[in-house]
């Protein structure tokens, strides 16, 4: 009997030290990936103005992440396409007026150029990170 109660204390003694491990190990991992999360931004914008046949800005390089939302805010006197040349493809009509919203995300890791069809400038080359 004694050595029944002597293996019962050491299986007690066991247990609680690895549940109190397990609880220890949980705790930094949830840290660690609630700072990942606010490190990026909620979106990417970029503002666009064309005036007078010229657009600005032009030759730009922009970073963003792969899914991450990007918002191209527009102010134009004059109709163009704006062409995001991601994989598929997109196209905005650009009409001449202030205040147009146009929202995207790339899903392909990599150089995506932004170009004005008609004014034939690329406004900006997105370096996509996943």
Do not use: W
Request: with cysteine.
């Amino acid at each position: 009997m004694i050595r029944t109660a002597g293996a019962l204390a050491v299986c007690i003694v066991a247990a609680v030290t690895v549940t109190a491990c397990g609880a220890s190990v949980d705790a930094p991992a949830a840290r660690t990936s609630a700072s990942v999360s606010t490190d990026v931004p909620a979106e990417v914008t970029i503002s666009v103005r064309i005036a007078g046949g010229s657009v600005t800005p032009t030759n730009t390089r922009t970073e963003a992440r792969q899914y991450q939302p990007i918002v191209i805010k527009v102010d134009s006197d004059a109709a163009d396409e704006l062409h995001v040349h991601s994989e598929p493809s997109q196209t905005f009509a650009v009409e001449p007026k202030a205040g147009q919203e146009f929202r995207f995300v790339v899903t392909v890791p990599g150089r995506v150029d932004v170009e004005l069809h008609h004014a034939g400038k690329t406004v900006t080359t997105l370096l996509i990170r996943q």
